[in-house]
């Protein structure tokens, strides 16, 4: 027969393995999404209109 602190421990074991398959799942949709973002940080824009402006000028 089980005791009540196995039952406990087996519990804490399933909860700790079902707990690292989620967070196994987020971090692979995480990098299917975060792939499909497109970002353009505040330099990108800013040397982008500075070439803008250069192409107008030339």
């Known amino acids: 027969m089980l005791s009540n602190e196995n ?7 399933l909860r700790h ?3 690292q398959q ?4 987020t971090l692979a949709e995480y990098e299917k999404f975060n792939t499909q ?3 353009e940080s505040d330099f ?3 040397v ?5 402006k250069r192409d107008a000028q030339e």
Request: glycine share 4%; charged share 45%; hydrophobic share 30%.
């Open 7 to 13: 039952i406990w421990l087996t519990q804490k074991r």
């Open 17 to 19: 393995g079902v707990r």
């Open 22 to 25: 989620a967070e196994q799942k």
């Open 37 to 39: 973002q497109r970002i």
């Open 44 to 46: 990108d824009r800013d």
């Open 48 to 52: 982008k209109k500075l070439l803008q």
